[in-house]
């Protein structure tokens, strides 16, 4: 069991079930709706907790009472989140269409919150944890944080999620030891697969494992050190039903930082990974997915 630190943001996910998708200016009744904590780094604490490990949130919290409706369902999940500063402003809100048809998700996102400052990230005992992971965004706060950490960390893996093509966020690249790469963020870039991805970016890191999730395809690694096509492993996504894609990136991260924290060489990581992206997939939300579940 480790201990983990993620960096990002905690937002209100308020979802609505639908039968199909709406098309423009059509009214539709929603068949179910939920309201729970959500954002990449909170889900992912969520599923690192599920699967046996210890996870501490450094996120930002309004000081509104939809934060407070999210600490208290951290507490419920036992995560960790004492460090988290509390600021004047509104929680993040994912307005979220999940299409029952297809599971298929679309989101509206409402932000009216300053992102998480550095000086927050520097009065951790980092030196605490047993690996450290950050949401790929902020980037100038994140590479002041990240700098910061490898002045103190011995040799704790830092890893950084890569989804969305933000502004510079390259500059991150080079300071991690673990990079999980979007398809949303492969095609934003002009990658037609994730093989060129991943053999591109080996050139700004040449030191990190390097991970890309392809949705319904799997996901595909290379290796540190590996320079070749004829490293790169892949695992093949389970295609039983699709039911909520919504949260199955972040479970895909946590699947695979939760197994090489357990010792897992990397493609056994990533096949524990996708396995277990497959089964959160099959049902709503994460309640389902437990180590003996999957």
């Not at 409402?110 to 949401?135: G, M, N």
């Amino acid at each position: 069991m480790s201990l983990f630190l993620l960096t990002g943001i905690a937002t209100l996910d308020i979802i609505n079930s639908v039968d199909h998708y709406p098309l423009e200016d059509e009214e539709l009744r929603a068949t179910k709706r939920r309201l729970t904590p959500g954002g990449n780094a909170l889900n992912t604490a969520n599923m690192l907790s599920r699967l046996g490990h210890r996870a501490e949130l450094l996120v930002q919290f309004a000081n509104d009472p939809a934060a407070a409706f999210i600490q208290e369902t951290l507490t419920t999940y036992n995560l960790g989140h004492r460090y988290c500063p509390h600021v004047n402003g509104a929680t993040p809100t994912s307005y979220i269409t999940l299409n029952t048809a297809n599971g298929s998700r679309t989101i509206v996102h409402y932000r009216d919150l300053p992102e998480l400052d550095h000086t927050a990230f520097t009065q951790l005992p980092i030196e605490q944890f047993d690996w450290l992971h950050f949401e790929g965004r902020n980037v100038s706060e994140t590479l002041k944080m990240i700098r910061h950490a490898r002045k103190r960390l011995m040799d704790q893996p830092v890893s950084i999620e890569i989804e969305k093509p933000r502004t510079h966020i390259e500059a991150l690249i080079p300071l991690a030891d673990i990079i999980i790469f979007s398809r949303a963020y492969a095609r934003a870039k002009g990658y037609a697969s994730a093989n060129d991805l991943l053999l591109h970016m080996r050139s700004l890191n040449h030191h990190a494992s390097l991970i890309c999730a392809w949705g319904e395809e799997g996901a595909w690694a290379l290796e540190a050190e590996k320079q070749s096509a004829a490293h790169i492993i892949h695992t093949a996504a389970a295609q039983d039903r699709v039911i909520d894609t919504l949260g199955a990136g972040d479970t895909l991260n946590a699947g695979l930082i939760g197994a090489l924290a357990d010792g897992d060489f990397l493609e056994e990581a990533l096949d524990k990974a996708v396995t277990l992206a497959s089964h959160k997939i099959a049902n709503h939300g994460f309640e389902h997915l437990h180590p003996n579940k999957t």
